[in-house]
Nanobody, 120 residues
Framework: QVQVVESGGGLVQPGGSLRLSCTASGSIYSINAMGWYRRAPGKQRELVAGFTRGRNTNYLDSVKGRFTISRDNAKNTVYLQMNSLEPEDTAVYYC??????????????WGQGTQVTVSS
């Protein structure tokens, strides 16, 4: 079995910072890509930041220059450093991992989500 677990959400004032972490564990052969999505109330889920298979990164336009995605391959962990947070960043943030399991099956795994609330 494979698990994807996020942590690091919370309540922060506008202009503040948060760091999210996501770790994949279990019967993993390799990880093709990992990234962060979010879903704000009344809106569709959107990609915030992610690593592609080629190790390139991509970001949602509205977070460029404020958010930074990084990873520790040895720990199967990806981080999202969020600076200069705005109320519009309020959402549930989900980690996604494109994983090949030990039995060579490939599928997407999602974390349970972590709430980020930006409010004064």
């Amino acid at each position: 079995q494979v698990q994807v677990v996020e942590s690091g959400g919370g309540l922060v004032q506008p202009g503040g910072s948060l760091r999210l972490s996501c770790t994949a564990s279990g019967s993993i052969y390799s990880i093709n890509a990992m990234g962060w999505y979010r879903r704000a109330p009344g809106k569709q889920r959107e990609l915030v930041a992610g690593f592609t298979r080629g190790r390139n990164t991509n970001y949602l336009d509205s977070v460029k220059g404020r958010f930074t995605i990084s990873r520790d391959n040895a720990k199967n962990t990806v981080y999202l450093q969020m600076n200069s947070l705005e109320p519009e960043d309020t959402a549930v943030y989900y980690c996604n991992a494109d994983i090949i399991t030990a039995n060579l099956a490939r599928r997407d795994y999602w974390g349970q989500g972590t709430q980020v609330t930006v409010s004064s």
